[in-house]
């Protein structure tokens, strides 16, 4: 049934940016991500599960038949992270979107085609659901049902991309952050650390070659993906655990890694800075933050991160209403689409016993009921035996799915 499916998330228009960390999963690599999510999908009896973290949302897609309750809200973020603040806690259900059923749907196929992105008709929000939805369907939390809405998502998002002007003059929170650090009248020649190199960082990387800054060191936990970007970039590249003996100084930190804790702790900084005196300029994209907020206080930074881009974010909304607009009508037809397919979907599922069960009845009559006749007749007449049932095998499969398949349209 479509009211299986539920979404609970947290997103830029319900809350700060750096409070959607306190409602991350907190692990410190894939083997525990995968480990904890499996855990939270056992404890919550979830049928199946798809989890996306972005710079500007965390949302948990599963189907259950079980109500969302208040209770079973609070019971599932406090599983996500047992530190959730009691402030959190305590505002949970002004924080937190529950959706259900055609809502939830209608929600997902909105995030997939960017239009409840911080960021409206940004194209990096497609490839964080494709990305998350092929980690999730490899460790099995994901199945044919979320398969299901997760194809329609993104079919409907290209549907968008390709009949509107949405993503006309294309511009992200990357962009945005590189604009404001272009804007701090940053030197070409400014010594630049990077550290982390995914997707978000290689995404900053190509502004930064498009600007000409050419003083660049990449540092990551894998040093390979470090060299990867840094020859882009011209740079050099250093393990992560080599940051804090890095002697060279910085005049523009950028940071954005997996880590859902403080990457650069005070003490880190100021290892960093070398005694140096001067405004220098970070760019925390990370979600969590990935910059300490002492850090921040108690140090001369020009400080851009997600939540200070939001009024550049509101002027990019301003130029695309009507884009905005069209978009939901395209998505509209999409998720009108959505139950015919949902049908077919459980008709194709229930009936994959169909083509066992007749294999194991033509088996059983040459075997067994026709066994002594079979036995008698010549090699020519038993090929010929066998060429008529394997032709009725395959007709007798397929017709009923055709039929099935036909009685579904015709109730719609």
Request: aromatic content about 8%.
């Amino acid at each position: 049934m479509l009211a299986n499916y539920k979404i609970l998330t947290v997103t830029h228009k319900h809350t700060q940016l750096k409070e959607i960390g306190d409602f991350v999963i907190k692990a410190a690599d894939s083997r525990a991500l995968k480990a904890r999510l499996e855990a939270l999908k056992a404890g919550f009896q979830l049928d199946e599960l798809l989890y996306l973290p972005t710079c500007n949302r965390v949302m948990y897609f599963f189907t259950t038949a079980q109500p969302i309750t208040s209770q079973f809200i609070s019971r599932f973020f406090q599983s996500v992270n047992p530190e959730l603040p009691t402030a959190a806690l305590s505002q949970i259900e002004d924080v937190v979107q529950c959706l259900e059923g055609e809502a939830a749907l209608e929600h997902l196929l909105d995030v997939s085609a960017s239009i409840d992105s911080l960021v409206i008709g940004e194209r990096q929000i497609l490839r964080q659901l494709r990305e998350a939805f092929d980690q999730c369907w490899e460790w099995g939390l994901a199945g044919n049902f979320i398969r299901l809405a997760y194809q329609q998502a993104v079919v409907a998002a290209k549907a968008v991309y390709s009949n509107t002007r949405i993503g006309e003059k294309q511009i992200s929170v990357v962009s945005l952050a590189v604009q404001k650090l272009l804007n701090a009248g940053l030197n070409k020649n400014a010594r630049i650390l990077m550290v982390g190199a995914g997707q978000t960082n290689q995404l900053v990387a190509k502004f930064l070659v498009k600007h000409a800054f050419d003083d660049i060191v990449v540092f990551n936990r894998t040093l390979g993906k470090a060299e990867q970007l840094a020859a882009l970039l011209g740079g050099k590249a250093q393990p992560l655990d080599a940051l804090p003996a890095y002697t060279s100084g910085f005049d523009c930190l950028i940071v954005c890694t997996g880590a859902t804790n403080a990457v650069i702790t005070p003490e880190l900084y100021a290892s960093l800075l070398q005694g140096e005196k001067g405004r220098k300029v970070a760019i925390d994209l990370a979600v969590p933050r990935n910059i300490s907020e002492a850090v921040v206080e108690n140090n001369d930074i020009n400080y851009i991160e997600i939540e200070g881009l939001r009024h550049l974010a509101e002027a990019n909304l301003a130029f695309r209403e009507q884009e905005v607009e069209e978009a939901r009508m395209i998505l509209k037809e999409y998720l009108q689409e959505f139950p015919t397919l949902f049908k077919q979907r459980q008709l194709e599922i229930a009936m994959r016993r169909v083509p066992t069960e007749i294999k194991a009845v033509r088996h059983k009559a040459v075997n067994e009921v026709f066994r002594k006749e079979v036995e008698m007749l010549d090699g020519q007449t038993r090929e010929l035996m066998e060429r008529m049932l394997a032709y009725m095998e395959k007709k007798c499969i397929g017709i009923p799915m055709k039929v099935a398949r036909e009685a579904v349209m015709a109730r719609e």
